[in-house]
């Protein structure tokens, strides 16, 4: 029986207007930041500190659950 292992890649890169551009996409869709955060589990204040870029770094998982809300695509991409 053959073991699975797992490698695992961490990666980081700025990319500068980012929560201003969170903050736009969420000002142009017709539901409340309540509602959003809801849907990806998220608090309000934690969204709030994602579009003030307080917070330092923000995992894939979470940008991708913040462009699923909002369906849009904000841009971020890593080369493979």
Request: charged share 35%; net charge negative.
């Given at each position: 029986?053959?073991?699975?292992?797992?490698?695992?890649?961490?990666?980081?890169?700025?990319?500068?207007?980012?929560?201003?551009?969170?903050?736009?996409?969420?000002?142009?869709?017709?539901?409340?930041?309540i509602q959003?955060?809801?849907?990806?589990?998220?608090?309000?204040?934690?969204?709030?500190?994602?579009?003030?870029?307080?917070?330092?770094?923000l995992p894939?998982?979470?940008?991708?659950?913040?462009?699923?809300?909002?369906?849009?695509?904000?841009?971020?991409?890593?080369?493979?």
């Amino acid at each position: 029986m053959a073991v699975l292992m797992k490698v695992r890649k961490t990666e980081e890169r700025e990319f500068p207007g980012l929560g201003m551009r969170i903050k736009q996409a969420r000002e142009s869709n017709s539901r409340s930041l309540i509602q959003l955060c809801a849907e990806i589990d998220m608090t309000p204040a934690n969204w709030y500190k994602i579009e003030n870029e307080e917070t330092k770094v923000l995992p894939l998982e979470t940008l991708k659950k913040i462009e699923s809300v909002l369906q849009v695509d904000l841009g971020v991409k890593f080369d493979d």
